[in-house]
């Protein structure tokens, strides 16, 4: 089993839509969970960095943690075309010590 | 604050020949990563330092690939003989201290690496 699972996509979606982005992870140790965007031929830059469960809201984006499920879930609210990219979750895993990416999903918000 | 720099861009070879990427981190970052990226999925860690020293590379296929920190700046990755799957994006990364120490990684843009 895989430490970190995420839905492939592709996700197209109209301007100004609600999307959730969601990843489940394996062991119920981790604690640390990390959202990354990355842009076409663009090296991944951190959207959000959530800690044990709850939510953690900032600006648009909501990162979610629900560890009785092993469930994390990332939330754009009022989308924009330039939200199109590629959101990979992340997990620290390893005793803390290394950072761990699902396979990403590809976002793409149309006009 | 200057961004994670690596070199080349792209890099096309032939398979069985050699290659090399170079780093350079954020200054001041204790930490740097090599990760890499195939096509459709996420980064893989291959080796990652801390200061000069190895802290996981257990993922690195050592009998084609191999990194240096010299000094504990700079970095290189090797691949010597490369096979048609190394093609990929390889990624480097740095942070200021180890993850668990609420420290984000910050990446460079990638080189971009095809075996034909």
């Known amino acids: 089993q895989k430490e970190v699972e995420q839905d492939p996509g592709p996700l197209s979606v109209p301007e100004g839509a609600i999307v959730s982005l969601n990843c489940t992870y394996s062991?119920?140790?981790?604690?640390?969970f990390m959202w990354y965007r990355q842009y076409s031929r663009k090296g991944p830059e951190l959207l959000m960095y959530?800690?044990?469960?709850g939510n953690k809201e900032d600006g648009r984006f909501t990162a979610q943690v629900d560890k009785s499920s092993k469930y994390i879930s990332l939330f754009i609210r009022d989308s924009q075309p330039s939200d199109s990219a590629t959101y990979l979750c992340?997990?620290?895993?390893?005793?803390?010590?290394?950072?761990?990416f699902g396979t990403g999903t590809q976002l793409k918000v149309e006009l | 604050e200057a961004g994670v720099a690596q070199s080349p861009r792209y890099k096309i070879i032939e398979k069985r020949q050699s290659v090399a990427f170079w780093c350079n981190p954020i200054?001041?970052?204790?930490?740097l990563y090599w990760y890499q990226q195939i096509l459709g999925q996420g980064p893989k860690l291959l080796i990652q330092?801390?200061?000069?020293?190895?802290?996981?590379d257990s993922q690195l296929p050592k009998d084609r690939f191999s990194a240096e920190r010299l000094k504990g700046v700079d970095s290189t990755l090797k691949i010597q003989p490369a096979k048609l799957e190394d093609s990929a994006v390889y990624l480097c990364?740095?942070?200021?201290?180890?993850?668990?120490?609420?420290?984000?990684?910050?990446f460079g843009n990638g080189t971009r690496l095809t075996v034909t």
């Open positions: 990364a740095s942070s200021r201290f180890l993850p668990q120490n609420n420290s984000p990684l910050h």
């Open positions: 062991n119920s140790a981790f604690q640390y």
């Open positions: 959530t800690y044990s469960s």
């Open positions: 992340a997990i620290l895993t390893g005793g803390g010590n290394k950072l761990t």
């Open positions: 200054s001041g970052h204790a930490t």
């Open positions: 330092f801390q200061n000069n020293g190895v802290v996981d």
